[in-house]
């Protein structure tokens, strides 16, 4: 069935709220994006889907994340298509407002994002985590989920949302759906799309340095410079491919550790020419 496709933040709110009066016990699950949508958000919607009577999709291409205009240009814009694949899921509604309609005017409030940003993406994308949570804040003000579902593979943008909620009293659950790859490892984004078919191979030596990391690990190292070094003599040195960084940091605070104790998320960012890739895995060390 074709999903009822709602442009205003107002008529959003109705929709719920006439769902919610014709079924008290309604959960409604949320599944927010930027469209573009491909595997990766299937599995989000797919479990959103079982566990909820009423689906919600997002899509908006949300300007105050990103850091540089030229990406904002270049986002692919797939709306048609993106319909067709909420429709053969089985989503109730897709919000798509505009830009306009989210942000009428210049916001003057938004959330700050203070030491979870400092590091991985955050340190190389100024103001990308602040823009990111202040649109899911206002997406969950709009549509007000029971659960909303996030990927793991932006296991950054995960943390900071579960601290959003959190520490805002947000009552939302955040679910946290596994990365989806393809069968070479590459995990799948929208961003893959613009890869040239010889990018498209470079692209997995991020998967296989991260892979590379955890091998380590489960090997016994514990200094996480020597994991390192390791990991990045896996990226090939060509001219088209540049590890922007490869970190390894507690899962929740996200801050470098100094030694491999406990779980640590090794996570990483790759241009592959004008493409910027990140990854990451959850490596826990040997007892
Ligand atoms: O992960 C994304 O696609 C975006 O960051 C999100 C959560 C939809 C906010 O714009």
Redesign the pocket.
């Known amino acids: 069935m074709t999903p009822v496709v709602i442009e205003s933040a107002a008529a959003m709110r109705l929709y719920i709220d006439e769902r919610r009066r014709a079924e008290p016990e309604c959960q409604v699950g949320f599944v ?4 573009a949508l491909h595997r990766g ?1 299937a599995r989000l919607i797919e479990q959103a889907r079982k566990a909820c009577r009423t689906v919600v999709v ?1 899509i ?3 300007p ?2 990103f850091d540089r205009p030229d990406d904002l240009d270049r986002y692919p814009r797939t709306l048609e298509t993106d319909l067709d694949l909420c429709a053969g899921l089985g989503v109730d509604t897709v919000f798509a407002p505009s830009a306009a309609e989210m942000y009428p005017r210049p916001p003057a409030c938004v959330v700050d994002v203070h030491r979870l940003a400092d590091h991985l993406c955050g340190r190389f994308r100024p103001g990308h985590f602040g ?2 949570a202040t ?2 804040l206002k ?1 969950f003000q709009i549509v007000r989920p029971d659960q909303a579902y ?2 793991e593979k ?1 296991a950054q ?1 995960l943390a900071i ?1 579960r601290r959003l909620v959190a520490d805002l009293n947000v009552p939302v659950e955040i679910v946290p759906v596994p990365t989806v790859r393809d069968e070479d490892g590459l995990a799948l984004s ?1 961003r893959n799309r613009r890869l040239s078919p010889e990018e498209r191979e470079q692209a997995t030596s991020l998967y296989r340095a991260l892979g590379e990391a955890r091998r380590q690990i489960l090997a016994g190292a514990r200094d996480p410079g020597e994991v390192r070094r390791h990991a990045t003599a896996v990226i090939p040195a060509h001219a088209g491919i540049k590890l922007e960084y490869l970190a390894i940091v507690d899962p929740e605070e996200l801050q470098p550790v100094e030694q491999v104790a406990g779980p640590v998320l090794v996570a990483g960012a790759l241009w592959v020419g004008s493409t910027r890739l990140i990854d990451n895995l959850l490596c826990s060390p040997p007892p």
């Open positions: 927010p994006t930027m469209g958000h997002s908006f291409v949300n105050l994340q823009g990111m649109v899911v997406l996030f990927g932006d943008q949302i929208s």
